[in-house]
């Protein structure tokens, strides 16, 4: 099973900066098979960006996905926090006919 | 528009079943896969699994199989998601979600069921 590993497990942001969110894949993973998730509390995810750097319907540009080919390392890329952007991030993958999900990134605000 | 809507609280004793459903509207049932996520208190995502409306196929998770039935009603466009031999570690928002063929993400998601097993 691959296992993704985001990092950090806490980002302490204020409105206005740039946050850089990690994850990790325990082995070579398509970047077509990466995607990311947006939580908020009491909330269902909320999809964010596809193959590792399409944006989803309603994503605004602020929000960007790298990582190309195979590889492990992927990035998601706030550039300017909104108050709304304070939240719970996950990465998936697809492999082996099954999903698995990074544990999370949580975006405070500092 | 799209909406997946899912049954109510449950409150379930450790060695019960519990069937929770999803509801589907807003596009053509039999043309996205639905596939089950739980989530327990303060914790991260889990996948379940998956079924696809059309022939009704499935393809469970290891670590549920086994234990987890899912099924479908077409004339309903409903999805059911039942765990059997319930413990207190299955007590989680259980959501169901939406993918459309082969994409390989989930695009809409239902709004999550409670399911807590307390003795």
């Known amino acids: 099973e691959i296992v993704l590993t985001q990092s950090p497990g806490t980002l302490s942001l204020s409105p206005g900066e740039r946050a850089t969110l990690s994850c990790r894949a325990s082995q070579g993973i398509s970047s077509s098979h990466l995607t990311w998730y947006q939580q908020k509390p009491g909330q269902a995810p909320r999809l964010l960006i596809y193959g590792a750097s399409s944006r989803a319907t309603g994503i605004p540009d602020r929000f960007s996905g790298s990582g190309s080919g195979t590889g492990t390392d992927f990035i998601l890329t706030i550039s300017r926090l909104e108050p709304e952007d304070f939240a719970v991030y996950y990465c998936?993958?697809?492999?082996?006919?099954?999903?698995?999900f990074g544990q999370g990134t949580k975006l405070e605000i500092k | 528009q799209v909406h997946l809507v899912q049954s109510g609280a449950e409150v379930k004793k450790p060695g019960a079943s519990v069937k929770v459903s999803c509801k589907a509207s807003?596009?053509?049932?039999?043309?996205?896969?639905i596939h089950w996520v739980r989530q327990a208190p303060g914790q991260g995502l889990e996948y379940m699994g998956i079924?696809?409306?059309?022939?009704?196929?499935?393809n469970y998770a290891q670590n549920f199989q086994g234990r987890v039935t899912m099924s479908r009603d077409t004339s309903t466009s409903t999805v059911y998601m039942e765990l059997n031999s319930l413990r207190s570690e299955d007590t989680a928002v259980y959501y169901c979600?939406?993918?459309?063929?082969?994409?390989?993400?989930?695009?809409?998601w239902g709004q999550g069921t409670l399911v807590t097993v307390s003795s």
């Open positions: 079924i696809s409306p059309s022939d009704g196929g499935t």
């Open positions: 998936q993958q697809y492999g082996s006919s099954s999903y698995t």
């Open positions: 979600a939406r993918e459309r063929a082969d994409t390989l993400y989930f695009d809409y």
């Open positions: 807003g596009y053509t049932f039999t043309t996205y896969y």
